[in-house]
Nanobody, 123 residues
Framework: QVQLVEFGGGLVQAGGSLRLSCAAS????????MGWFRQAPGKEREFVAR????????NYADSVKGRFTISRDNAKNTVYLQMSSLKPDDTAVYYC????????????????WGQGTQVTVSS
């Protein structure tokens, strides 16, 4: 069973940047579609970004398009989320998720989840 661990959350001022990392425990990670989701207090978990197993296909929520970039390094079993021009509305716990086959923007499609990392953006 794949285990996912997120790193890189923290406190940042509005307009700043952070890079989240998600490390997977298995080499089969390279065949998994991966996604990033987030959940703010009192809100539903929402899709942020996804990436295909090869990294060739990516997709973003409208709210982060142009500010966030998802990427992966299959040699390191790691997926990244580079976040720039951060806003207070980006404050949430960020989760990475993995699934066999293609990536998805639907959280219910994912079998594997990390524990989450807190991102707080101050105004």
């Amino acid at each position: 069973q794949v285990q996912l661990v997120e790193f890189g959350g923290g406190l940042v001022q509005a307009g700043g940047s952070l890079r989240l990392s998600c490390a997977a425990s298995e080499r089969t990670f390279s065949s998994y579609g991966m996604g990033w989701f987030r959940q703010a207090p009192g809100k539903e978990r929402e899709f942020v970004a996804r990436i295909s197993w090869s990294g060739a296909v990516t997709n973003y929520a409208d709210s982060v398009k142009g500010r966030f970039t998802i990427s992966r390094d299959n040699a390191k079993n790691t997926v990244y989320l580079q976040m720039s021009s951060l806003k207070p509305d980006d404050t949430a716990v960020y989760y990475c998720a993995g699934k066999t086959g293609g990536s998805s923007s639907n959280a219910d499609d994912y079998s594997y989840w990390g524990q989450g990392t807190q991102v707080t953006v101050s105004s």
